[in-house]
């Protein structure tokens, strides 16, 4: 009986893991070239990707953005890993963000949330703000502000997904 009883409930945790992973909300954003992304498809494929949320009057999320544009191509190829930049400058300045991606050579995917609506399902209230997902769509980690050099604990996470 007392085996029993430590199967279920060793269960019911398992169970309980498994379903508390959070997944993309049903939101629907622009790409800055006016094309609608729901943000529950997302996905690179059964790889990892990157949700970064920034604005262009940031500074240390332009900095992110950079440091990560050096050596995207690198972890592009070593691990699949797929970075969406989202932009939470309001509609009245949403026409600044592809000059500044334009004028900053960044790759990304790059997608507009001006009324921050998808940040705040992550409880992001600091930008940078990033978020990790695996393979599946699943948040796997969570990111706030930025230091010089903090792209390295990124890319650390994506290849501890990637062994998995």
Request: glycine residues 6%.
């Given at each position: 009986m007392k085996h029993l009883f430590i199967t279920l409930i060793s269960f019911l945790f398992l169970?309980?893991?498994?379903?508390?992973?959070?997944?993309?909300?049903a939101i629907t954003?622009?790409?800055?070239?006016?094309?609608?992304?729901?943000?529950?498809?997302l996905s690179n494929n059964g790889k990892p990707f990157i949700i970064d949320f920034f604005a262009t009057w940031c500074k240390p999320c332009?900095?992110?953005?950079?440091?990560?544009?050096?050596v995207y191509e690198e972890w592009k190829e070593e691990t699949g890993v797929k970075l969406f930049a989202i932009s939470i400058d309001r509609a009245q300045n949403t026409n600044k963000v592809k000059p500044l991606v334009d004028n900053h050579g960044w790759t990304?995917?790059?997608?507009?949330?001006?009324?921050s609506e998808l940040r705040r399902t992550f409880g992001g209230e600091l930008i940078p703000y990033v978020v990790i997902c695996d393979g599946?769509?699943?948040?796997?980690?969570?990111?706030?502000?930025y230091t010089d050099g903090a792209e390295e604990e990124?890319?650390?996470?994506?290849?501890?997904?990637?062994?998995?």
């Open positions: 169970f309980a893991g498994e379903t508390m992973a959070q997944k993309l909300p954003l622009k790409d800055i070239n006016g094309k609608s992304v729901r943000m529950d498809t332009n900095r992110e953005l950079d440091a990560i544009a050096e990304y995917d790059v997608l507009l949330d001006p009324n599946a769509g699943n948040v796997v980690y969570k990111h706030n502000g990124l890319i650390e996470k994506v290849r501890e997904l990637v062994k998995k």
